[in-house]
């Protein structure tokens, strides 16, 4: 079983910036996948940015140039640093893991608001 907690999240005015952090504990030996999604009120929840087990990222293109995906391995930590925010932003933000078998696995969520 795999646990994912997120957290970081808060009010920011636009412009600002945070950083997201998703730590995964439990029976896990790799990834093959992990990412950050999010859903805003009334809308689908969509991919914000991923990371492959071998390094490779995807951005979706709202967020490009703006947010940055990383992790630190060792303390099995997922980050995404956000910057130059905007309204646009605000929504409620996942952590995904998939593992080597196939296995996805979601945290709670973190909420991110983003004033104008």
């Known amino acids: 079983q795999v646990q994912l907690v997120e957290s970081g999240g808060g009010l920011v005015q636009a412009g600002g910036s945070l950083r997201l952090s998703c730590t995964a504990s439990g029976s896990i030996s790799g990834f093959a996948y992990m990412g950050w999604y999010r859903q805003a009120p009334g809308k689908q929840r969509g991919l914000v940015a991923s990371?492959?087990?071998?390094?490779?990222?995807n951005y979706a293109d709202s967020v490009k140039g703006r947010f940055t995906i990383s992790r630190d391995s060792a303390k099995k930590i997922l980050f995404l640093q956000m910057n130059s925010l905007e309204p646009e932003d605000t929504a409620l933000y996942y952590c995904?893991?998939?593992?080597?078998?196939?296995?996805?696995?979601w945290g709670q969520g973190t909420q991110v608001t983003v004033s104008s």
């Open positions: 995904k893991l998939t593992t080597w078998s196939g296995g996805d696995y």
């Open positions: 990371i492959r087990s071998g390094g490779s990222t």
